[in-house]
C-alpha cells in the first residue's frame, strides 16, 4: 500500500503502475493517489474521498481521506501486523507498507546514523524512529492526520494507543481467565469461513499451545509444524521436544521441518530482504523458511502467539517480582562476588542467576523513567552497552531517547506495567512488522490474536499479584480453561533460544554470515 498527496501535480514511477491505483482531487491544486494490492485491501473512492481497508484485519482500516474537509489520517490497527511508513514535508506527504515504495516513489532512502545506537544496543529502533533518515514509522495503534490548505500540508505528531489505559475496573484471576479464553476462542472462530487456508504454528509452549488447541476445536485444524536451528545437536533441541510431545498430547498431525545449514544462511539473507529492516533474531530466518517451503500453498493464514509474552509476564518482570525484597543497592557488592566465583563454575546451560541479581540491585525500581538507572531499561538489552556508547559517542541520555519517549506517552502506576507497554510498543511491535512483511512476501498473512484490543483491556486491568503469582499465571488458567492439559502449560519453560557456544565458536555458522555481511558493514 502506498499512498501520497500532493499539492501540485507530480509525476509516478513506472515502478508503482503493477499495483491498482485510485486518485481522487482533493482540490484545485491537490490530488491523492492510492497504489494498493487489491488482493489485501479493499479501496472505497469517490469525490467525498478515501476509504482503505485491510480485507484481512478487523476494524483494519488504515487511510482514511475527507476531500472536503482537506485532511486525511493514517492508521496502524493493533491486528494490522505491517509497517506504516511515512514521510512529509509542506508541500507533500507519502505513506507506504514498504520502504521499495516508498524508494519508487522518488523518497530518498538514507540511513539514519543517530538510530544506529538504540538498534546496536537492543536490535531495534522504537517507533516513530526508523533506520532511514526522513522517514517515521506509526507506533503501534497509532495514528497519524494531516491537512492541506493554504498552499501547505500542516501534519501533527503521531498519536499512540490507549489500549493500555486503566480505569476503575479490576479483573480478578478467573474471570479474567474467562474473558481471555473467550477472546482467543472470537479471534479463531472469525476465521471460521476461511478454514480451509489456516494453519497454526506450533512450538509446543504455552502461548502456541493454547492457540493450536483452538484452532483444533474451532477450525478442526488437524496438521501443525514445528522446526529448529539445524546448527543445534540433538539432545539441546528442547524446541523439537516440546513441540513433538504437545502434538502426541493433541494427536495432531505434527511435522518437524529441519532445513540445512546453507538453507538457513541462504533464509538469513532473504528474510532481510524480504522485511527491509534487520530481521532482529534468528528464528525470522526460519519463520520465512516454513513461510517458502514447509506449508501448503492454500493454507495463507497463519496463526502465531508472538505478542504474549508482554501482557502475561516477561522473565525480566517474573525475576524481579520473585528478588524485588532482596536486590537492594547494599547487596550489590555481594552479587558481585558471589557472580564473579559461583557463576564462573560449570553449571550447563542454567545457572544461579547471581549477575542478574547484582544488575537488579544497581537499578532503581520506582516509577521515575527518566532516569538513565531504572530497571526498565535492562529489558531488552543485548549488546555491550559501553561498546555502544564509545564506538557512537553517545552517553545513557542520548542511547534511551528513543524508549524514553515512547512510555513518557503512557500514564503509568505500577512498574511492571511498564515494562508491558514498552515492551508491546517496540520489540513486540516489530517483530510482528518483521513477521508481516515475510508472510506478505510470501502470500501469507500472519494473524497476531494475542494483539486483540479486548485481550490486551482485560489482561491490563487485572493485578499483577494475580496475574504472575507464577510465570504466566493467568495465561495458564485461561489455557486450562480451553482444555489444554497441564502436562503441556506447567512444563519448565524453555527460551528456544541457542547457546552462542554452539552457533558462535570459531568455524561455527556465525563466520558464514561474516562473510556475507563484510561487504556492505
Known amino acids: 500500500l502506498l499512498v501520497s498527496i500532493a499539492l501540485d501535480s507530480s509525476g509516478v514511477s513506472e515502478a508503482l503502475m503493477h499495483l491498482a491505483h485510485t486518485r481522487v482531487a482533493v482540490g484545485d ?20 474521498g478515501i476509504s482503505v481497508r485491510h ?64 538498534f546496536f544496543l537492543y536490535r531495534y529502533v522504537t517507533a516513530p524512529r526508523t533506520l532511514f533518515q526522513g522517514i517515521s514509522s506509526l507506533p503501534i495503534g497509532g495514528s497519524f492526520n494531516a491537512s492541506f490548505g493554504g498552499g501547505e500540508i500542516a ?74 536451528y539445524p546448527f543445534e545437536a540433538d539432545e539441546f533441541n528442547d524446541e523439537r521436544k516440546y513441540a513433538e510431545t504437545a502434538a502426541a498430547i493433541f494427536g ?19 528474510s532481510i530482504d524480504h522485511a527491509e529492516v534487520p530481521v532482529v533474531a534468528m528464528q525470522s530466518a526460519l519463520l520465512d523458511l516454513v513461510l517458502n517451503r514447509a506449508l501448503p500453498d492454500d493454507q495463507r493464514i497463519v496463526i502465531s502467539g508472538q505478542g504474549a509474552d508482554s501482557l502475561f509476564g516477561l522473565s525480566i518482570m517474573y525475576h524481579y517480582q520473585e528478588t524485588r525484597r532482596v536486590t537492594k543497592p547494599a547487596l550489590a557488592p555481594v552479587f558481585k562476588l558471589l557472580a564473579n566465583t559461583l557463576g564462573r563454575l560449570p553449571q550447563g546451560d542454567h545457572q544461579f542467576p547471581w549477575a542478574r541479581m547484582h544488575a537488579f540491585s544497581k537499578r532503581r525500581w520506582d516509577l521515575d523513567f527518566g532516569n538513565v538507572n531504572h530497571g ?36 503509568i502506576n505500577n512498574v ?58 493467568l495465561l495458564r488458567r485461561a489455557g486450562q480453561m480451553a482444555g489444554v492439559p497441564d502436562s503441556i502449560l506447567f512444563r519448565p519453560k524453555r527460551t528456544f533460544g541457542i547457546s552462542a557456544r554452539r552457533w558462535a565458536a570459531p568455524g561455527g555458522v556465525l563466520e558464514s554470515l561474516f562473510r556475507v555481511t563484510a561487504p556492505v558493514v
Open 155 to 228: 501534519a501533527t505528531s503521531p498519536t499512540w494507543t490507549d489500549v493500555f489505559r486503566k480505569s476503575t475496573t479490576l479483573y480478578h484471576l478467573e474471570e479474567s481467565a474467562a474473558r481471555i479464553k473467550e477472546d482467543l476462542e472470537h479471534s479463531i472462530d472469525s476465521l471460521r469461513s476461511r478454514r480451509e487456508q489456516v494453519t497454526c504454528l506450533m512450538s509446543g509452549g504455552v502461548d502456541s499451545s493454547i492457540l493450536f488447541k483452538m484452532c483444533q476445536g474451532h477450525l478442526s485444524l488437524r496438521a501443525s509444524h514445528s522446526t529448529g
Open 252 to 270: 495432531s498431525e505434527h511435522t518437524y521441518h529441519a532445513f540445512t545449514i546453507q538453507d538457513f544462511l541462504q533464509g538469513v539473507v532473504e
Open 29 to 48: 491544486t491537490c490530488n491523492c493517489d492510492i497504489y494498493y494490492d487489491a488482493s489485501r485491501y479493499d479501496v472505497t473512492a469517490s469525490m467525498a
Open 376 to 411: 526498565l531499561w535492562l529489558m531488552g538489552e543485548f549488546a555491550d552497552k559501553d561498546w555502544v556508547k564509545s564506538t557512537f559517542n553517545v552517553d545513557d541520555e542520548a542511547l534511551l531517547a528513543g524508549r524514553r519517549a515512547a512510555i513518557g506517552q503512557f500514564s
Open 416 to 473: 511492571l506495567d511498564a515494562f508491558t507497554v514498552l515492551d508491546f510498543v517496540s520489540d513486540v511491535a516489530y517483530m510482528q512488522d518483521v513477521w508481516g512483511k515475510l508472510g506478505e512476501f510470501r502470500g501469507r498473512w500472519i494473524s497476531f490474536p494475542f494483539n486483540s484490543p479486548e485481550l490486551i483491556r482485560v489482561a491490563n486491568h487485572t493485578p499483577w499479584g494475580e496475574k504472575m503469582s507464577q510465570h504466566k499465571r
Open 55 to 118: 480485507k484481512g484485519v478487523p476494524g483494519g482500516d488504515v487511510f482514511t481521506l475527507q476531500s472536503q474537509l482537506r485532511r486525511c489520517s493514517i492508521r496502524k490497527p493493533l491486528l494490522l501486523g505491517l509497517p506504516v511508513y511515512y514521510s512529509t514535508t509542506t508541500r507533500s506527504f507519502v505513506a507506504s507498507t514498504h520502504i521499495r515504495l516508498l524508494r519508487a516513489f522518488g523518497v530518498p532512502i538514507q540511513e539514519d546514523r543517530g538510530a544506529l545506537p538504540e
